[in-house]
């Protein structure tokens, strides 16, 4: 079983960053293809970044490409997301995941364990 349980967010103004961490309890973590969706108030959940278990291939959502970083650390069971140059479209609450599926990018129905979420507010 893997907890999962993301921080780092909170609120940012327009063209700022923020680094969303992802820590995983589990002893497997490093088995699992990580990423992180989100989902905005009134709209449905969607796939920001991926990156596989040993971290050399990664994935990105159009609209975050050159902004966004996906990393992870496996010896430290985290991954990270650094965020860039944030927009007004980018507030949304962030959900980290991992799954056994080992290709990116990965839908919904590919995900084992979610956390929680973590809030990201941007305003002007």
């Known amino acids: 079983q893997e907890q999962l349980v993301e921080s780092g967010g909170g609120l940012v103004q327009t063209g700022g960053s923020l680094r969303l961490s992802c820590a995983g309890t589990?002893?497997?973590?490093?088995?699992?293809?990580l990423g992180w969706f989100r989902q905005a108030p009134g709209k449905e959940r969607e796939s920001v970044a991926f990156i596989s278990r040993s971290g050399g291939t990664t994935y990105y959502t159009d609209s975050v490409k050159g902004r966004f970083t996906i990393s992870r650390d496996n010896a430290k069971n985290t991954m990270y997301l650094q965020m860039n140059s944030l927009k007004f479209e980018d507030a949304a609450v962030y959900y980290c995941a991992a799954s056994v599926v080992p290709a990116l990018p990965l839908s919904e129905y590919d995900v084992t364990f979610w956390g929680r979420g973590t809030q990201v507010t941007v305003s002007s």
């Open positions: 589990g002893r497997t973590f490093s088995s699992y293809t």
